[in-house]
């Protein structure tokens, strides 16, 4: 049963503090996605690579968050310094470049922030 | 990307036909539409998606008009566990796009026993 996983799937942390998130793809997906959610924003599109390569991280507050793939398994999504602002929940999302863009999503990490 | 428009929200009786409308009236000639739902607290999930033709699976059925400025969800025997928000996406699928979705508000769908 292939599927998205991300840990942890909750993180409490204070303000000031980094914070790492971690997604593992399905085998042989090449696209991942980070998204956030809240209740005031909804989903957004944070970031996404193709074949580990970072496409677009336009969605992204640039000087704190930071998005990489360092392997094919592997995706992580960081902030530092973490701020209130950014609990949300994190999901991440992977596709096949075979398939005909449905995308598969990860439980999330809920981040809050104190 | 063409926009879509869907109800804030529908209640639908367990057992019964879940048709859920979306509004995608600017729609390109390359433009699919996509279904995903959110059960509370999970992830979005992929439903189902077509271009111009009629899809079913083993999830629900997407009616697509004749002019493509619209279509329907249909589930066809709700249940309590299809309680989520349904979200109508269109979004050209090709490699160049790199299948980015613009996520709107969606419908939230609440099925009553």
């Known amino acids: 049963d292939a599927r998205v996983t991300q840990t942890p799937r909750h993180k409490v942390t204070e303000m000031g503090q980094e914070v790492t998130m971690r997604c593992q793809p399905i085998?042989?997906?090449?696209?991942v996605f980070w998204y956030r959610q809240t209740m005031m924003q909804g989903l957004e599109l944070l970031a996404y690579?193709?074949?580990?390569?970072?496409?677009?991280d336009s969605g992204m507050p640039k000087d704190r968050f930071s998005a990489e793939m360092p392997d094919a398994t592997l995706a992580t999504l960081k902030i530092q310094p973490s701020e209130p602002r950014d609990s949300a929940v994190y999901f991440c999302?992977?596709?096949?470049?075979?398939?005909?863009?449905?995308?598969?999503f990860g439980p999330g990490t809920r981040l809050t922030v104190l | 990307d063409a926009k879509t428009t869907q109800p804030p929200s529908m209640d639908c009786a367990e057992g019964r036909a879940a048709n859920l409308p979306c509004n995608h009236s600017?729609?390109?000639?390359?433009?699919?539409v996509y279904w995903y739902r959110q059960i509370h607290s999970q992830g979005p999930q992929y439903i189902i998606h077509?271009?111009?033709?009629?899809e079913t699976n083993e999830m629900a059925s997407l009616i697509i008009t004749e002019d493509r400025k619209s279509s329907t969800l249909i589930l066809p025997h709700a249940t309590l566990r299809d309680t989520a928000v349904y979200y109508c996406?269109?979004?050209?699928?090709?490699?160049?796009?790199?299948?980015?979705?613009?996520w709107g508000a969606g419908t939230k769908l609440i099925i009553k026993p």
């Open positions: 077509g271009l111009k033709n009629n």
């Open positions: 085998l042989g997906h090449n696209t």
């Open positions: 690579f193709r074949n580990r390569a970072p496409l677009d």
């Open positions: 999302a992977s596709a096949s470049e075979t398939g005909k863009g449905e995308q598969f």
């Open positions: 996406i269109v979004r050209v699928a090709s490699v160049d796009s790199n299948y980015q979705l613009i």
């Open positions: 600017t729609i390109s000639g390359n433009e699919y």
